[in-house]
């Protein structure tokens, strides 16, 4: 597969740069589960060094280059020493990358990493609303533009479903490994239909086309959701556990 030789290559131009400045290389995110789709999902790549000064950044250029020519996110670099000590200001995507990793190179750094769970909930509130009135500033610049309007949710939906996951996370559940399981788990624990992240699913997939949804009406109810969503785990993490 493509996807693999990729990886293949972007370790050995790594190794080939850094030495053994490179301590790990993991990949993280859909790519390393199941859901993974060529057509959507990104290679989403952590390269753990054991330092990231000016030089060691230079050394990098040339794989980080090559990586985004192929069309991946840029790696992202941490030290080990600020991967330790960054679980406090990335407790979602930190459990993010604990919950669907694969060591491509190195030692698993991820496994003994502690998040605070206390900071992941905070997190999870103040990035529902954050993305939800980015959601508000998108629409109201293309309105009328169905094509736009259904390109947002295509490109919104897995940040949402993202954020579901950790908001069930921190309503104490244990969310499903899928990103529909997900959706429906959500749905019935805060009373809400999911269908139409069914739909923009369904269509990022290939298996609906953008003319057979009435974009305005799925966008209103995904909206709704949305802000629904937002707003209610606003309202349970606010209460005390044991006292809601």
């Given at each position: 597969m493509i996807a693999e030789q990729n990886l293949t290559d972007l370790v050995t131009r790594l190794r080939n740069a850094s030495g053994s400045n490179l301590l790990s290389v993991i990949l993280y995110g859909s790519a390393a589960t199941e859901e993974f789709?060529?057509?959507?999902?990104?290679l989403n790549v952590l390269c753990i060094m054991q330092s990231l000064g000016r030089d060691d950044l230079s050394k990098?250029?040339?794989?980080?280059?090559?990586?985004?020519?192929?069309?991946?996110?840029?790696?992202?670099?941490f030290t080990h020493n600020e991967l330790q000590h960054s679980a406090d200001i990335f407790a979602i995507e930190l459990l993010d990358i604990k919950a669907a990793r694969r060591i491509l190179f190195g030692e698993d750094v991820i496994a003994s990493l502690h998040i605070p769970m206390d900071l992941h909930r905070l997190h999870v509130e103040r990035e529902l609303r954050s993305n939800t009135l980015r959601l508000r500033q998108h629409y109201v610049m293309h309105s009328a533009d169905s094509r736009k309007t259904l390109e947002l949710m295509t490109s919104s939906i897995s940040t949402f479903v993202a954020l579901f996951r950790h908001a069930l996370i921190a309503l104490g559940e244990d969310p499903p490994a899928t990103k529909r399981?997900?959706?429906?788990?959500?749905?019935?624990?805060?009373?809400?239909?999911?269908?139409?992240?069914?739909?923009?699913?369904?269509?990022?997939?290939?298996?609906?086309?953008?003319?057979?949804?009435?974009?305005?009406?799925?966008?209103?109810?995904?909206?709704?959701?949305?802000?629904?969503?937002?707003?209610?785990?606003?309202?349970?993490?606010a209460t005390p556990p044991g006292k809601g």
């Open positions: 789709h060529p057509g959507h999902s990104d990098l250029h040339p794989a980080s280059a090559w990586w985004a020519k192929k069309k991946h996110p840029a790696p992202l670099f399981g997900t959706m429906g788990r959500l749905g019935s624990v805060l009373g809400f239909d999911p269908s139409p992240f069914h739909t923009i699913f369904e269509v990022r997939e290939g298996r609906k086309r953008g003319r057979d949804v009435d974009v305005q009406a799925t966008f209103d109810a995904y909206l709704d959701r949305v802000t629904r969503v937002a707003e209610e785990i606003d309202r349970r993490l």
